[in-house]
């Protein structure tokens, strides 16, 4: 997402009211860091049903494994054994989805040049195929690689949390009650759902590799 759509969406967020404090309290967020899909996917995957701590510590131990290059290829990971990924804390389960997710890239059914021109519908559908990618990947992976402007993550428990406080809710919402209270952000809910994190922990990891 380019900067000058961002900072229009941070305009209509503002106008709106409902984010405008927790805009004031935060920078503006920052969309430029993860574009390769393969490198984005991989983390996406380390990062499922875990704390942002303890899957950064993990990530950064598999990218340990391969200290003569900034990132892994397909190619490097095919080549590495399932007992080496899983002692950097990678569960047997993850190391399947992310050899799988290898296999994909290298027989070419994931390619960069074919995703950049699918609409957001066809990506997920495309993505959603491979082992061990699900709804909450595809959103990481649209939002922060791709950087498409109107992602709402509502299957990411932060982004629930943050709905609850900023709402008053009495308990965390499902995804109908989050589109319809999100409704108002469009077509920004990308940059809306970065300051929903805010809310949460103010600073959630959402940078990039």
């Known amino acids: 997402m380019e900067q000058k759509e961002i900072d229009k969406a941070v305009r209509h967020l503002k106008k709106e009211g409902t984010l405008k404090k927790v805009i004031q309290l935060n920078p503006k967020p920052n969309f430029s860091g993860r574009k390769n899909p393969y490198h984005s996917l991989t ?10 701590k303890a899957a950064g510590t993990i990530k950064q131990r ?40 290898s ?3 290298i027989e070419g059914h994931i390619t960069s040049r074919t995703l950049k021109k ?8 495309h993505l959603i195929q491979i082992k061990g990618i699900g709804n909450w990947t595809v959103d990481m992976f649209l939002m922060f690689t791709l950087g498409r402007p109107n992602v709402l993550p ?11 406080r900023i709402f008053n809710l009495r308990k965390l919402p ?16 990308t940059v809306a ?6 809310v949460v922990d103010g600073d959630g990891d959402v940078e990039g590799w």
Do not use: C
């Open 62 to 101: 598999f990218l340990d494994l391969y200290p003569n290059t900034k990132h892994p290829t397909p190619e490097d990971v095919l080549k590495t054994s399932d007992p080496k990924l899983r002692s950097v804390g990678l569960s047997t389960q993850k190391v399947s989805y992310i050899k799988d997710l």
């Open 118 to 125: 699918m609409s957001d519908d066809e990506v997920r559908t």
């Open 193 to 198: 759902s970065w300051y929903v994190w805010r």
């Open 174 to 189: 499902d995804s109908k009650k989050m589109n319809a209270l999100a409704k108002p952000w469009e077509p920004y809910r």
């Open 154 to 164: 509502t299957g990411d428990l932060g982004v629930q949390k943050g709905f609850q």
């Open 103 to 105: 296999e994909k890239f």
């Open 43 to 52: 983390r996406t995957i380390i990062y499922q049903q875990l704390s942002g």
